[in-house]
């Protein structure tokens, strides 16, 4: 990524796609239509095995800051980093193919990471169902907070903590390029939740962020997405993949007191996600991840994250449920 020549004002839109030919029109469309010209858009088909393909040439005959990319199946670490090797966007932006962004979205972010000098600028969004109408009673992506204040990427990320508004997603994050370059950070790959790690490493990393506090993303909820799917092993693996991660990094650096804590707090919550992942898998599935769940356990005893009390409760909540399944059949 280091190597591709620069473009200076041009804005990078990396768009991922894997079997959602139903949504990709609407979204590409609202990429091109930004009111910031200088982009580029680069459509990146995973192995898609529905019209996406023809789709993304389609759009790249008929508009030529459109970049598509076909390769085999790799999942969305692995589609998202081919589009960073092939951008020359100054910024980096990330949107999903089964949603899309308000025209306005890119000047607005452009604007306010040029006029603060920022490495990253978070910003908010609606949720909106299959159909596109918005959920009017979802603020899960309106940050309640106020982050006005140009600061580095560890005190905001405490302060979001703090206010129970830290979200991982990429989509909003309006990215500095050379931030990512200097930090040496891609998509961690072959595993899901990537973006739990991605996040927490750029943001402990960047030097100037900010937020804009505008909903300019659309995230669309339906049955059959990432998101939504039920828990599987490969969701367990991913999370304790980035659990693992998180930890050695905790572990290799020093942070200031609030900073430290604000870290530790997310590593808990993150423990608690990747446990019931665990508890969700069938009779089969806790067999065969016997080991994980063990290595799991160990991981966080050893940096003494078990004399955490909401380590212990999740500890205890195990020992109850072990002895209730024992006592079941007898009664």
């Known amino acids: 990524m280091a190597n591709v020549h620069v473009v200076r004002g041009l804005v990078s839109i990396i768009i991922p796609i894997y079997n959602v ?3 990709l029109r609407e979204c590409v469309d609202s990429a091109l239509r930004q009111t910031y010209k200088d982009i580029e858009v680069i459509l990146i088909d995973d192995g898609s095995p529905d019209n996406c393909p023809q789709i993304c040439d389609e759009y790249m005959t ?3 800051r459109v970049k598509a990319i076909h390769q085999v199946n790799g999942g969305l670490s692995s589609a998202r980093n081919s589009g960073l090797k092939v951008s020359r966007g100054e910024y980096v932006y990330f949107l999903d193919s089964d949603d899309y962004i ?3 979205a890119i000047k607005e972010l452009y604007t306010e990471v040029t006029e603060k000098n920022l490495d990253v600028v978070l910003f908010d969004s609606f949720v909106i169902d299959e159909y596109g109408k918005i959920d009017a009673n979802n603020h899960y992506y309106i940050r309640k907070g106020v982050y006005d204040k140009v600061c580095d990427g560890k005190c905001l990320f405490t302060e979001l903590i703090n206010n129970n508004d830290y979200r991982s997603a990429v989509q909003y994050l309006f990215i500095r390029r050379s931030c ?3 930090c040496k ?3 961690y790959d072959g595993i899901v939740h990537e973006d739990e790690l991605f996040t927490f490493l750029l943001l402990m990393q960047c030097q100037r962020t900010g937020h804009l506090p505008q909903s300019l993303y659309f995230r669309r909820i339906r049955s059959c997405s990432i998101m939504t799917m039920p828990s599987s092993e490969k969701n367990f ?7 693992e991660e998180m930890l050695k ?3 290799e650096n020093k942070f200031e007191a609030r900073v430290g804590s604000a870290v530790r707090s997310h590593i ?8 019931c992942r665990f508890r969700s898998l069938n009779k089969r599935g806790r067999k065969k991840n016997i080991e994980k769940k063990k290595y799991l356990f160990n991981i966080m005893q050893k940096v003494g994250y078990l004399n955490d009390w909401r380590i212990l409760r999740r500890c205890k909540l195990e020992l109850l449920c072990n002895i209730y399944r024992k006592v079941l059949p007898l009664t």
């Open 249 to 251: 990094y905790y572990v």
């Open 180 to 182: 990512l370059v200097n």
């Open 268 to 275: 808990c919550s993150f423990f608690g996600i990747t446990y």
């Open 237 to 243: 693996v991913g999370c304790l993949c980035v659990l």
């Open 21 to 23: 030919e139903k949504y």
């Open 102 to 104: 308000a025209e306005n």
């Open 62 to 64: 008929l508009d030529t």
């Open 185 to 187: 950070l891609s998509f």
